[in-house]
T-cell receptor, first 113, second 114 residues
Framework: AQSVTQLGSHVSVSEGALVLLRCNYS??????LFWYVQYPNQGLQLLLK????ATLVKGINGFEAEFKKSETSFHLTKPSAHMSDAAEYFC???????????WGAGTKLIIKP | DARVTQTPRHKVTEMGQEVTMRCQPI?????VFWYRQTMMQGLELLAY????????DSGMPKDRFSAEMPDATLATLKIQPSEPRDSAVYFC????????????FGQGTRLTVV
């Protein structure tokens, strides 16, 4: 069975600092991995996805994530945090054997001025 | 700009009343998901349709919840009778049906049962 673990339900960084949101997955078959962002009172919006092409994936708003098979990780990073990045971030996984998205619990990103 | 449309955006109802939430998936998408989001449980999959047929509704309380797709442009989620514990944000998402493509979410219906 597939699963996703997001370490830290809340992450707080200062404006301008590096953002690192962690996602580890479990999958017995090659995974497809997604990061979504949810702003307050809105639906989830895709940030980026890994679909077995390049292991370093660039997304919207300056975010990127690197697929590391050996570490079963797909951590999300951004070099410099902006106040507008404050939101909840979700990691999700699917595979050829399971189209349903398996979701992590989410990480709330707090940006300190 | 293609998007998933959910109505209503907000609903307040009394316990015991029927609630119907509607979703218009993106044209051409053949996969529809219904999710429920609460602070305590996070994001939960309630039901999943492909080509209008329910593939998985194991996450849905069967005694009071029902999900249907009367046609390709409309998905509905009904709760009858509603209970205070059903208060949550309900999201519909649609996808093109290929495993390596993302699901597109609607803005959600915020349901409050008093």
């Amino acid at each position: 069975a597939q699963s996703v673990t997001q370490l830290g339900s809340h992450v707080s960084v200062s404006e301008g600092a590096l953002v690192l949101l962690r996602c580890n997955y479990s999958s017995s078959v090659p995974p497809y991995l997604f990061w979504y962002v949810q702003y307050p009172n809105q639906g989830l919006q895709l940030l980026l996805k890994y679909t077995s092409a390049a292991t370093l994936v660039k997304g919207i708003n300056g975010f990127e994530a690197e697929f590391k098979k050996s570490e079963t990780s797909f951590h999300l990073t951004k070099p410099s945090a902006h106040m507008s990045d404050a939101a909840e971030y979700f990691c999700a996984v699917t595979s050829d054997s399971n189209y349903q998205l398996i979701w992590g619990a989410g990480t709330k990103l707090i940006i300190k001025p | 700009d293609a998007r998933v449309t959910q109505t209503p955006r907000h609903k307040v109802t009394e316990m015991g009343q029927e609630v119907t939430m509607r979703c218009q998936p993106i044209l051409g998408h053949n996969t529809v998901f219904w999710y429920r989001q609460t602070m305590m449980q996070g994001l939960e999959l309630l039901a999943y349709f492909r080509n209008r047929a329910p593939l998985d509704d194991s996450g849905m309380p069967k005694d009071r919840f029902s999900a249907e797709m009367p046609d390709a442009t409309l998905a509905t989620l009904k709760i009858q009778p509603s209970e205070p514990r059903d208060s949550a944000v309900y999201f519909c998402a649609s996808g093109p049906g290929t495993v390596n493509t993302e699901a597109f979410f609607g803005q959600g219906t915020r349901l409050t049962v008093v």
